[in-house]
C-alpha cells in the first residue's frame, strides 16, 4: 500500500469514527451594573488617559473668539440672534466649499430650532462651545429645489410659526404668520427656477417633518459638519456679531 493510500485510510477511519455532537448554550448568568456613585475609579487607567485628557480639554477650551451678550434661542420670535449667528456661520464656511465642488453659490441656509442644544454665554467662546450647541454629528448638505418645493418650504415655516435658522432669505408675515412675500438675495422665489438650499442631513431625512427636502433635484454632500464650520467661523472672527434682524418677522 503506498503513502497515497494509508493517507485515504486514515482520512476514511477519522471520517466514520467522528459522531455528531450537539452543542448549545447550558446557561446564561447577567449581572446589572448600575453606573452611579458607587463605582470607583480604575486609578491605573486613569493616570494612563490623564494626560489625554488634559490636552483635550485645553484644546476644547482655547479661546477661539469673544461674545459680548448672551444669545439663547428664546430670544425672538421668528429670528434669534443664535440662529441667526449659525445660519449665517454655515452660510460663510460652506458656501466656499460648496461652489468649488459645484461652481454653484449656495442661494440659502435653513436649519431647524430645535437643533440648537445650548446658549452662548457672554464671554469666551471655545470649539466646547460649539460641542454644547451642535453635540450631533449633522453634516451640512445641499438640496437643489424647484420653485414649487420652496414654495412648500413657506408653507411649511408658516405652519411652524417658530424661529428656524435661515441665511441670505427674507421673509415677511403678517400677524397670523402668513407669509406675505419671500426673496432671496433680493429676488422674488421664482416657480421655475431652481434654488440651492443648505441645511442638514438630519432635516433632509425628513427630521421635523420637513416633507419639502424629499426628491431634490440633486443632493449635494459637502463633507462639511455644521459643528466643525462652526468652530472655523469662531476662528475666524474675533468678537461675535450676533443680533436678531429682518430675515424673517412678522408686520
Avoid: W
Avoid at 446564561?28 to 452611579?36: F, G, L, W
Avoid at 468649488?100 to 430650532?113: F, I
Avoid at 441670505?168 to 422674488?188: C, F, N, T, V, W
Wanted: proline fraction near 3%.
Amino acid at each position: 500500500m503506498n503513502l497515497t493510500k494509508y493517507a485515504l485510510v486514515a482520512m476514511a477511519a477519522m471520517f466514520f469514527s467522528c459522531k455528531t455532537e450537539k452543542t448549545g448554550v447550558s446557561n446564561i448568568k447577567t449581572e446589572r451594573i448600575a453606573v452611579d456613585t458607587s463605582l470607583t475609579e480604575n486609578t491605573q487607567i486613569a493616570k494612563f488617559i490623564q494626560p489625554y485628557k488634559e490636552h483635550l480639554n485645553s484644546t476644547l477650551d482655547s479661546t477661539l473668539a469673544y461674545n459680548p451678550t448672551y444669545l439663547s434661542k428664546s430670544d425672538g420670535d421668528l429670528n434669534t440672534a443664535i440662529g441667526n449667528l449659525m445660519a449665517d456661520a454655515v452660510y460663510v464656511q460652506a458656501n466656499p466649499v460648496f461652489k468649488k465642488q459645484t461652481g454653484n453659490d449656495m442661494d440659502m441656509v435653513l436649519l431647524n430650532h430645535g437643533g440648537i442644544r445650548a446658549e452662548i454665554p457672554d464671554g469666551k467662546v471655545s470649539a466646547r462651545t460649539a460641542y454644547q450647541i451642535m453635540p450631533f454629528e449633522n453634516e451640512i448638505v445641499v438640496a437643489e429645489l424647484t420653485g414649487t418645493k420652496m414654495k412648500e418650504m413657506l408653507s411649511y415655516l408658516e405652519k411652524a410659526k417658530s424661529a428656524h435658522p435661515v441665511s441670505q432669505i427674507k421673509i415677511l408675515a403678517d400677524r397670523d404668520y402668513k407669509i406675505i412675500s419671500a426673496s432671496i438675495k433680493g429676488k422674488e422665489i421664482q416657480d421655475d427656477k431652481n434654488y440651492f438650499v443648505a441645511t442638514s442631513d438630519y432635516l433632509v431625512n425628513g427630521g421635523d417633518n420637513m416633507e419639502f427636502f424629499k426628491n431634490p433635484v440633486k443632493l449635494y454632500s459637502t463633507g462639511y459638519k455644521i459643528r466643525n464650520a462652526m468652530i472655523d467661523y469662531f476662528t475666524k472672527v474675533d468678537t461675535i456679531q450676533a443680533k436678531i434682524d429682518d430675515r424673517y418677522i412678522r408686520n
